[in-house]
């Protein structure tokens, strides 16, 4: 069964104090790892989408790394506007290729004060 | 990207009533998924909504509770049957398109109070 575990739960950070998100995941077989924000009210908005290990895509302060066992989110010079819930989720391959269904950590709520 | 509407926004229901939400997508798309997400939790999937065939469900989740209808490649419904407030919950549909390495996005939710 595909598992996905991410830490920490909660996070404060002062406006412009980088830091790093982790995701740990098992699953049979990757077909990708995504990286989502949620925002209160809303529905997840898609950031990164990181299919091998050693993979990193960026946006704006933003930073996403792969590796065999885990991600990471890297928040550079945060601001109050980077405050919301971030959401890890595996994607594994199926015996018909067919099914995609996402398995989801329980997210890490990001505060970043003033 | 793939834009993702839902219908209603919100409700508020009685208990024993039923309520059918629905998700449009903007282009067609393979596959279309319904999760659920209860207060203060991340995402549970439902079930993925097969174009032309019954729903494929997940442990823990039955078609005579959460009927789910997906009549062409844009459009899917999902009906919550019988509520009880442990429905509470954001129905969130979400869908991924045609190419090998496409993404999957998400509508709105749909924020379901059950009295």
């Known amino acids: 069964e595909d598992q996905v575990t991410q830490s920490p739960e909660a996070l404060r950070l002062q406006e412009g104090e980088s830091s790093s998100l982790n995701c740990s995941y098992t699953v049979s077989g990757l077909r990708g790892l995504f990286w989502y924000r949620q925002d209160p009210g809303k529905g997840p908005e898609f950031l990164f989408t990181?299919?091998?290990a050693g993979e990193e895509k960026e946006k704006e302060r933003l930073k996403a790394t792969l590796t065999k066992k885990e991600s990471f989110l890297h928040i550079t010079a945060p601001k109050p506007e980077d405050s919301a819930t971030y959401l890890c989720?595996?994607?594994?391959?199926?015996?018909?290729?067919?099914?995609?269904?996402?398995?989801f950590g329980s997210g890490t709520q990001l505060t970043v004060l003033p | 990207s793939a834009v993702i509407s839902q219908k209603p926004s919100r409700d508020i229901c009685q208990r024993g009533t039923s309520l059918t939400i629905q998700c449009q997508v903007d282009s067609q798309v393979t596959m279309m998924f319904w999760y659920r997400q209860q207060p203060g939790q991340s995402l549970t999937l439902i079930a993925t909504?097969?174009?032309?065939?019954?729903?494929?469900?997940e442990s823990g989740f039955v078609i005579d509770k959460f009927p789910i209808s997906r009549p062409n490649l844009t459009f899917s419904t999902l009906t919550v049957s019988n509520m009880s407030p442990e429905d509470s919950s954001i129905y969130l549909c979400?869908?991924?398109?045609?190419?090998?390495?496409?993404?999957?996005?998400f509508g709105p939710g749909t924020r379901l109070l059950v009295l």
């Open positions: 989720a595996v994607q594994a391959y199926s015996l018909s290729g067919s099914a995609r269904q996402l398995t």
């Open positions: 990181l299919y091998s």
């Open positions: 909504a097969n174009q032309g065939s019954e729903a494929t469900y």
């Open positions: 979400s869908a991924e398109g045609l190419a090998a390495k496409e993404t999957q996005y």
